[in-house]
């Protein structure tokens, strides 16, 4: 430990901790501007100086390692008046309009640190030189002129995103902010996740969809859980007004740190989808607004009578991306209550069901994702981690400049191809073929592909490898296959993570919603959707259906095609739990209030449940573990 | 003791600042019981005494020689000089012309605005102030006190004018300091 003494109070820090980060200990607040705790110190706004005795210099505290005995003061006149100096530096180095600019007024760090100072003017004018600014990105804009080159968005999408699409250019005062090598940011390699945009302390990376839609004082945070796959990101949902306004990641957040995928951050706030917002009735061939009496009725009216009666009673299906609780509920209604036979997802367990059913024998063999953050050697098969599940596929990213190599193993183009060290392409279905050839090389066996031979070097470097698996894999391949990848992981030493679906696709493997359906003399089809897209896969095998009944938030294809249709919450009216690809249970917290006639997914099982006859009970938890998991859970 | 005198004028601004000015409402008493309002844009003396005011007021930046008049002559009469809004302490947003050059901030509103028809023409009267870069009213005179805000709340521009009438020097800091 380490023992320093700051404006008079002493702390006892780690070695290796910053002064900067000893004053926080303390609740003494050094301004600063360039550093974010996410990301590497930087020191390069100098905003954070403070005076260490017996130093000649004064010294940037986010990058001084603390050392023993040190004497450091935050607040001194000449820090006053230096600090003052680095300020009037930046506003006189590009072109800062406060009047109009969208963070202004609280959200701008520059200009808050501006106000901490007292300053009510800077002394020195711009150049009044022109800064190029950038409107060819969907999301963002990128504006020059209030830009401070304090290099977080850069670090960010290279330190945490691994993607490297941010760069400075030229030098000094010419400093700009580009993509690649200086191409539009719309036409760049940037993967539109917006961590540019969140770390940005000043206005010069504006979200377009947020901007001048309210300041951080304006609004409300509610801290919840990304619903867009099953990496269960943790974010915070900015909504004022009861309108959602912006989805921010979590820099405290233990799954992601912070970072988001455009999945995460941008498709909920581009849904161009009908809302329902009141039960529907088909009379007469045509769909009509009911009340959720009439509608429960005539549900019960259905699909009583099919009760016990197994083959032909009702198929039941579940979208993945409901909560714990919901899915629960569903279970217990059409499963134990009904007796179906047919109780399912929409995912059919495709992405689940084969690791599930070998977890049965061999118990868990999956890891959590820290040992694919930590890793020394990656390995993908059966998934595309550039499209999806995208955050995990950051972690892969960026450890690769610290040497951890990359191996791609895809009968299909994949968007990792380009990266990779070594992009392997069996063909389709002989994945089982590559395995056993690694696994050949990994015993020292000799293996006469040389690309195999490649990565079988690579590998044996590596101390902890991880290997990342998909549907791609497990899905129509024999079980076999992922036998074998067990095998191999054991060989060298590997942990295993299977990215599974939808946000709660690993709840639903829990709960066995993992069959795969076809209609076959049901008499109802009952389709829990809430929010989830209707895939055309779906549609084809529901239209024969006698009988529909849709669980859904959005007006699609499937509810055009329903007898009733019962109008439910979306992912941020619902609060629920969601337990994520490595078994973390977490839980997502509504953030706005639905529209009146809407019901939650559990709310609205429950009330068919009840119209029914059926009890249910609230035991969502203690049903996880019914089942042996491939991922300890908790 | 005689009361201090205060003056105000405009320069290249939107009025605004003293729009909000009069936003403090019955306040406004209370600084005319503190003060001796002399000459604004608003009242009808519009130049500040020749023998001096103690506090001259001046909203907006300075864009022609007539605005730079109007800046030195408050100068030269008042003791204490208060920038007033943005457009004073930093130029503000008539100050976006800076980036394209008066030629082409001409061109744009007299002749290609969309309102205009093709009788549209660059003004040339000899008697029309010659327009320059637009500079923070510190660029032209010394100020003593900067009040910045888009324009300063009314709250902003009571606290600095009492401050002032009372002989103290108004700090800007925490609630009452902003520049939007």
Redesign the interface.
């Given at each position: 430990m380490i023992k320093l003494t700051i404006d008079n109070q002493t702390v006892e820090v780690p070695e290796g901790t910053t002064v900067l980060e000893a004053a926080e200990k303390l609740n003494i607040r050094i301004p600063k501007l360039c550093h974010h705790p996410a990301i590497k110190p930087y020191g390069s706004c100098r905003l954070c100086v403070v005076e260490v005795e017996g130093f000649r210099t004064i010294q940037a505290s986010c990058t001084l390692p603390a050392g023993n005995g040190m004497v450091v003061r935050t607040d001194t006149p000449a820090l006053q008046e230096s600090r003052h100096f680095v300020l009037s530096m930046l506003f006189s180095e590009r072109?800062h309009?406060?009047?109009?600019?969208q963070v202004?007024?609280g959200d701008c760090e520059l200009?808050n640190a501006?106000?901490d100072e007292?300053m009510?003017?800077?002394?020195i004018?711009p150049q009044?030189?022109?800064f190029p600014v950038d409107t060819s990105h969907p999301y963002y804009v990128l504006d020059n002129n209030r830009c401070i080159l304090c290099r977080r968005c850069v670090r960010a999408c290279g330190e945490l995103v691994g993607n490297f699409t941010l760069a400075i250019e030229e030098r000094g005062s010419s400093n700009l902010l580009i993509a690649d090598v200086g191409v539009p940011l719309g036409e760049s390699t940037c993967i539109q996740c917006g961590t540019c945009v969140q770390v940005c302390p000043t206005g010069a990376l504006i979200d377009r969809t947020s901007a001048y839609h309210g300041l951080g004082q304006n609004v409300a945070y509610t801290s919840s859980i990304c619903v867009g796959c099953s990496v269960g990101c943790n974010i915070n949902v900015v909504t004022r007004d009861n309108r959602l306004v912006r989805i921010e990641g979590d820099f405290g957040g233990a799954v992601n740190g912070g970072v988001l995928c455009e999945h995460g951050r941008y498709y909920p706030m581009t849904d161009q989808r009908e809302r329902l917002t009141q039960p529907l009735l088909k009379k007469n061939g045509k769909l009509e607004p009911a009340s959720w009496d009439e509608a429960l009725t005539a549900i019960a009216d259905r699909v009583k009578p099919l009760v016990g009666k197994g083959a032909h009673s009702v198929v039941a299906i579940a979208s993945t991306r409901l909560p714990a609780e919901a899915l629960s509920i569903f279970k217990q209604l059409f499963g134990e209550g009904i007796g179906s036979r047919v109780v399912t997802s929409v995912e059919e367990g495709l992405p689940t069901a084969r690791s599930a059913e070998l977890a049965q024998t061999v118990g868990a063999f999956e890891a959590k994702l820290e040992a694919l953050k930590t890793s020394d050697a990656v390995i993908t098969i059966g998934v595309d981690l550039s499209r999806n599940h995208q955050v995990a596929g950051f972690f892969a990213k960026r450890i690769r400049p610290q040497g951890v190599p990359l191996i791609v193993i895809d009968p299909n183009e994949n968007g990792f191809d380009p990266i990779a060290d070594v992009a392997l392409k069996p063909e389709a279905g002989k994945d089982a073929d590559t395995i056993g050839w690694l696994l050949a090389a990994a015993k020292g066996e000799a293996v006469s592909d040389q690309k195999i031979g490649e990565a079988a070097q690579l590998i044996k470097k590596a101390q902890k490898p991880v290997i990342v698996y998909g549907k791609g894999l497990i899905a129509f391949n024999e079980p076999i296959v992922l036998q074998k990848l067990i095998e191999y992981a054991r060989a060298i030493g590997a942990s295993l993570i299977g990215v599974k679906g939808e946000a709660n696709s690993f709840v639903a493997s829990q709960y066995q919603l993992d069959r795969p359906f076809a209609l076959n003399g049901q008499q109802a089809a009952y389709v829990a959707i809430g929010d989830d897209y209707v895939t055309e896969r779906l549609l084809q095998r529901l239209e024969k259906a006698p009988f529909i009944i849709a669980q859904a938030s959005y007006a699609s294809k499937l509810t055009a095609l329903a007898d009733v249709v019962l109008p439910v919450t979306i992912w941020a009216e619902q609060s629920g739990h969601y337990v994520n690809l490595e078994g973390r249970v977490q839980q997502a917290h509504a953030a706005l209030v639905a529209a009146e006639g809407v019901r939650s997914n559990a709310e609205a099982l429950q009330a068919v449940a009840e119209s029914l006859g059926v009890k249910t009970m609230d035991n969502w938890k203690d049903a996880l573990f019914q089942r042996k998991p491939v991922v300890e859970i908790g | 003791m005689s009361k201090p005198k205060i003056a105000s004028d405009w320069m290249a601004g939107c009025a605004g600042c003293h729009m909000s000015l009069l936003d403090m409402d019955e306040r406004i008493i209370k600084i005319a019981e503190l003060a001796d309002l002399r000459a604004t844009p608003i009242t009808d003396l519009k130049e500040p005494d020749e023998s001096g005011v103690d506090v001259g007021v001046l909203e907006g930046g300075i864009n022609n020689t007539a605005n730079e008049e109007v800046a030195h002559r408050m100068r030269q009469r008042s003791k204490i000089l208060v920038?007033l809004g943005?457009c004073a302490?930093?130029?503000?947003?008539p100050?976006?012309r800076?980036?394209c050059g008066i030629q082409e901030a001409l061109q744009r509103a007299y002749v290609e605005a969309e309102s205009v028809d093709e009788s549209g023409k660059i003004p040339s009267d000899p008697e029309l102030a010659t327009m320059t870069?637009v500079?923070?009213l510190?660029?032209v005179v010394p100020v003593d006190v900067?009040?910045?805000g888009?324009p300063p709340e009314a709250d902003v521009i009571y606290y600095v004018l009492s401050e002032l009438a009372q002989g103290r020097t108004p700090?800007?800091?925490?609630e009452l300091?902003?520049?939007?």
């Open positions: 072109n309009f406060c009047p109009f600019c202004s007024g200009q501006a106000y007292g009510t003017h800077w002394p004018q009044w030189s022109n | 920038a943005d302490v930093f130029g503000g947003v100050a976006l800076n980036f870069k500079r923070a510190s660029e900067f009040v910045p888009c700090e800007l800091k925490d300091l902003h520049w939007h």
